[in-house]
């Protein structure tokens, strides 16, 4: 089978080979993918950068994996013993091991039944951004109806699911962007969108009962003015350029921030389970939420589809095509 693979760090290093299809273990699946999608993490997982990847055991001086990609959508070509939930031949969504590739393994726990109404491009786009901006609304940040939520980097891929998943649960969404994707956000349903490039949410006076940071570059001083006094706080990541100082800053001061009346600060790390999935999916199905794609590439093209991502200002998601001709 071909596949995407990466036996050292650097996007220069990735190379689509033919490898050996995997036999799925215990309680595993065997994908035939026909589309997946990119994630911020397989930047880091490929580059090795920050440094601090490498320190994750994820390989100190090459990738300890060299197989890349972990969103998809496909079909079940082959289960292993223990699998309950699933049978061969149906179509799935998730987050498996080396989703760039014509095959992937994906644990029973990590899939889905595929909304019937998506095509693969598009349901691929769903596990972990989708996943990640549910937890970190609903498990870490609490939210409640009626509360006012910010989505700071609305535009990017977890951004656009969290500003529907937040109005879907009733929340008054703010949501801060670039000048591009002012548009767009306010079709998902934003209240109101903020153009980051004019005006800063941290100096305008409004307050929050929850602030999300998908993608920021503000100090954790800086979200906490911008917090009601039971507020609550979630970083999930900021910009590459800005991430180890923002994980740090929440990590070290997030619990003085925390002590200040009753507000809460929470470092996010989602967990993608087949709960969840099936929660997005029910979202879906009822036309609460609507994923968002910026950019196709076929699987050949990994490479310039992660440097597109890494160059920033993507609106939603990119995709990776595996099987061209999904049905609708």
């Given at each position: 089978?071909k596949a995407?693979?990466?036996?050292?760090?650097g996007?220069?290093?990735?190379?689509?080979?033919?490898?050996?299809?995997?036999?799925?273990?215990?309680?595993?699946?065997?994908?035939?993918?026909?589309?997946?999608?990119?994630?911020?993490?397989?930047w880091?997982?490929?580059?090795?950068?920050?440094?601090?990847?490498r320190?994750?055991?994820?390989?100190?001086?090459?990738?300890?994996?060299?197989?890349?990609?972990?969103?998809?959508?496909?079909?079940?070509?082959?289960?292993?013993?223990?699998?309950t939930?699933?049978?061969?031949g149906?179509?799935?969504?998730?987050?498996?091991?080396?989703?760039?590739?014509e095959?992937?393994?994906?644990?029973?726990k990590?899939?889905?039944?595929?909304?019937?109404?998506?095509?693969f491009?598009?349901?691929a786009?769903?596990?972990?951004?989708?996943?990640?901006?549910?937890?970190?609304?609903?498990d870490?940040?609490?939210?409640?109806?009626g509360?006012?939520v910010?989505i700071?980097?609305?535009g990017?891929?977890?951004g656009?699911?969290?500003?529907q998943?937040?109005k879907?649960?009733g929340?008054?969404?703010?949501?801060?962007c670039?000048?591009?994707?002012?548009?767009?956000?306010?079709?998902?349903?934003?209240?109101?969108?903020?153009?980051?490039?004019?005006e800063?949410?941290?100096?305008n006076?409004?307050?929050?009962?929850?602030i999300?940071?998908?993608?920021?570059?503000?100090?954790i001083?800086?979200?906490?003015?911008?917090?009601?006094?039971?507020?609550?706080?979630v970083?999930?990541?900021?910009?590459?350029?800005?991430m180890?100082?923002?994980?740090?800053?929440?990590?070290?001061?997030?619990s003085?921030?925390?002590?200040?009346?009753?507000?809460?600060?929470?470092?996010?790390?989602?967990?993608?389970?087949?709960?969840?999935?099936?929660?997005?999916?029910s979202?879906?199905?009822?036309?609460?939420?609507?994923?968002?794609?910026?950019?196709?590439?076929?699987?050949?093209?990994?490479?310039e589809?992660?440097?597109y991502?890494?160059?920033?200002?993507?609106?939603?998601?990119?995709?990776?095509?595996?099987?061209?001709?999904?049905?609708?």
């Open positions: 089978m995407i693979v990466c036996t050292k760090y996007l220069s290093a990735l190379q689509l080979k033919e490898i050996e299809k995997p036999i799925p273990k215990d309680h595993q699946l065997l994908i035939k993918v026909h589309a997946a999608s990119v994630n911020s993490m397989d880091h997982l490929i580059t090795g950068k920050p440094f601090l990847v320190l994750m055991g994820m390989g100190f001086f090459k990738p300890k994996d060299p197989r890349t990609g972990a969103d998809l959508a496909g079909v079940v070509e082959a289960v292993g013993n223990g699998v939930q699933f049978k061969r149906d179509e799935v969504f998730g987050r498996g091991d080396g989703a760039f590739a095959y992937a393994l994906v644990g029973e990590n899939l889905a039944l595929k909304p019937a109404s998506l095509r491009e598009v349901a786009t769903v596990p972990v951004a989708g996943v990640t901006a549910l937890q970190a609304l609903r870490k940040g609490g939210i409640q109806s509360q006012k910010l700071n980097g609305a990017g891929g977890v656009t699911f969290a500003v998943i937040a879907a649960l929340a008054e969404v703010t949501a801060v670039g000048t591009r994707h002012v548009d767009m956000i306010r079709s998902l349903g934003a209240d109101h969108a903020i153009d980051y490039t004019r800063d949410f941290t100096k006076g409004e307050r929050y009962d929850l999300v940071a998908v993608n920021g570059y503000h100090s001083f800086d979200y906490g003015r911008a917090l009601n006094p039971k507020g609550v706080f970083m999930i990541g900021s910009s590459n350029a800005h180890v100082w923002a994980l740090m800053q929440t990590a070290l001061f997030g003085l921030i925390s002590r200040r009346g009753e507000r809460k600060v929470v470092l996010m790390s989602a967990t993608i389970n087949h709960e969840d999935l099936v929660f997005l999916r979202l879906i199905e009822a036309g609460k939420v609507t994923p968002v794609i910026d950019r196709t590439y076929p699987l050949n093209e990994v490479p589809a992660i440097r991502m890494d160059a920033g200002h993507v609106g939603g998601k990119i995709v990776i095509t595996v099987v061209l001709g999904d049905k609708v």
